[in-house]
T-cell receptor
Framework: DAKTTQPNSMESNEEEPVHLPCNHS???????IHWYRQLPSQGPEYVIH???SNVNNRMASLAIAEDRKSSTLILHRATLRDAAVYYC???????????FGTGTRLTIIP | GAVVSQHPSWVICKSGTSVKIECRSL??????MFWYRQFPKQSLMLMAT?????????EQGVEKDKFLINHASLTLSTLTVTSAHPEDSSFYIC?????????????FGPGTRLTVT
C-alpha cells in the first residue's frame, strides 16, 4: 500500500477552522484517500473519503491536490469533541484492508 | 449508519488462560471483518482478515495458533487469544464493511481492552 505522511500533532482553537494535511506522493491512480478519526478509548470512525474531486459531508471537507500527491482534511468549525487522532489512509478500489499510519493528534484549545 | 459491536468491552484474565472476543455487525451482513490490535500511544495494527465460512488471513508476524479467528456467520466473528500472556494486553478492535454501502465506509467496533495479569 502507498504510504501517507502526516504531522504528529496539531493544535487549534475552538470554533476555528482546522486544516489537517496529508502527503501521499506515491499514490496510484486507483487509490482512494480515506480519513478516519479515533477518539480516546474508542474505535476509529469514518470521516470522509475521495478519489480525485473535492468532497464535502456533514463532518468535514476533503481537498485533494490536482496531482493527488497531497490532501487536506478541513474541519470548518472545530469543537472540543473533534479532539482525536486523525488518520489519512490510502486504499485501492476493491481492497477493503486499511493500513493505519501514525496519524495526527489534534488538540482543541478552549 | 451501520453499527458494529464488540463484547466484552473490557476483560481481565490470568496468564495462561484463553479469552474470546466477539465482533458483531448489528444491521448488516459482513462477509469480511478485520481484527486490529492497538498498544497504548500507538496506531492500529491489522492482525487478520476474517472471512465468513473460510479460514482467516493473518498478517505477517501474527501467530495464527495464538490468535484464533472464527467467522461462523455473516454477522459474527470471534477472536480467541489462547494462552494469554501479559504482553498480549492490548486494545483489540474489529471492523467490517457493509457491501451495500456505496461509500465504502468501514465501521469499527468500540474495542475490547484486554489485560492479562
Amino acid at each position: 500500500d502507498a504510504k501517507t505522511t502526516q504531522p504528529n500533532s496539531m493544535e487549534s482553537n475552538e470554533e476555528e477552522p482546522v486544516h489537517l494535511p496529508c502527503n501521499h506522493s506515491t499514490i496510484s491512480g486507483t487509490d482512494y484517500i480515506h480519513w478516519y478519526r479515533q477518539l480516546p478509548s474508542q474505535g476509529p470512525e469514518y470521516v470522509i473519503h475521495g478519489l480525485t474531486s473535492n468532497v464535502n459531508n456533514r463532518m468535514a471537507s476533503l481537498a485533494i491536490a490536482e496531482d493527488r500527491k497531497s490532501s487536506t482534511l478541513i474541519l470548518h468549525r472545530a469543537t472540543l469533541r473533534d479532539a482525536a487522532v486523525y488518520y489519512c489512509i490510502l486504499s485501492n478500489f476493491g481492497n477493503e484492508k486499511l493500513t493505519f499510519g501514525t496519524g495526527t493528534r489534534l488538540t482543541i484549545i478552549p | 449508519g451501520a453499527v458494529v459491536s464488540q463484547h466484552p468491552s473490557w476483560v481481565i484474565c490470568k496468564s495462561g488462560t484463553s479469552v474470546k472476543i466477539e465482533c458483531r455487525s448489528l444491521d448488516f451482513q459482513a462477509t469480511t471483518m478485520f481484527w486490529y490490535r492497538q498498544f497504548p500511544k500507538q496506531s492500529l495494527m491489522l492482525m487478520a482478515t476474517s472471512n465468513e465460512g473460510s479460514k482467516a488471513t493473518y498478517e505477517q508476524g501474527v501467530e495464527k495458533d495464538k490468535f484464533l479467528i472464527n467467522h461462523a456467520s455473516l454477522t459474527l466473528s470471534t477472536l480467541t487469544v489462547t494462552s494469554a500472556h501479559p504482553e498480549d494486553s492490548s486494545f483489540y478492535i474489529c471492523s467490517a464493511r457493509d457491501p451495500w454501502d456505496q461509500r465504502g465506509e468501514q465501521y469499527f467496533g468500540p474495542g475490547t481492552r484486554l489485560t492479562v495479569t
